[in-house]
Structures are given as C-alpha cells and as structure tokens.
Nanobody, 115 residues
Framework: QVQLVESGGGLVQAGGSLRLSCAAS????????MDWYRQAPGKERDLVAR???????NYTDSVKGRFLISRDNAKNTVYLQMNSLKLEDTAVYYC?????????WGQGTQVTVSS
C-alpha cells in the first residue's frame, strides 16, 4: 500500500515561510521522482517542484528562487521549503509520485498566505 502523507501547511503572512513535509512509503520513495503540486480555488492542479531519485530539481517559474525541494532518504520524506511567500501561493499543496501507469497523491495540505 503506497501512502503519501503531507503536513506543515497553515496560515502565514506575506513574506513569511513555511516548510511542507511529505512522508512516503519506502517502496515508492526509493523508486521514483517526487513532486509537489498545488491547486488554488477554481484553478487546475499544477506542478510546483520536482526532485529526482538522484536529487536533481526543477521548479515552476513562479517559485524559482523562493522555494526549495529536498528529500531525506533516511526518513523517506520530501520537503518543500517555501520562503518569501506571496498571496498567490495560497493553495492546497499535494505530494505526488508516479510509478508505471499509476499516480499516487497525498491528501493535501492547505497553505494560506495573508496580507
């Protein structure tokens, strides 16, 4: 049973920081890239950041220089450090992994940035 469990969301003022965590089942964590997506109200779910098995990272343009994705192989956990948060970062953030033809999603964690 593959599980992805996010934590760390909350309410933060603009300019502040949050760190999201995604605890993954080991079987998925050691076999595939890990992603963070987000979905704002009324919008599609979009890729925010990806980290490969080898540790290479990619970010969507709007978060480059502000967000940092990392993985702790000893803890089977992926992190998303979010700095200089903006109002437009408000969304539900989801951890994601894909293996073969299957997609796995966490339950999501709400991030709300206030002015």
């Amino acid at each position: 049973q593959v599980q992805l469990v996010e934590s760390g969301g909350g309410l933060v003022q603009a300019g502040g920081s949050l760190r999201l965590s995604c605890a993954a089942s080991r079987s998925i964590f050691i076999s595939t890239d890990m992603d963070w997506y987000r979905q704002a109200p009324g919008k599609e779910r979009d890729l925010v950041a990806r980290i490969t098995l080898m540790g290479s990272t990619n970010y969507t343009d709007s978060v480059k220089g502000r967000f940092l994705i990392s993985r702790d192989n000893a803890k089977n956990t992926v992190y998303l450090q979010m700095n200089s948060l903006k109002l437009e970062d408000t969304a539900v953030y989801y951890c994601h992994a894909a293996r073969g033809s299957r997609d796995y999603w966490g339950q999501g964690t709400q991030v709300t940035v206030s002015s």
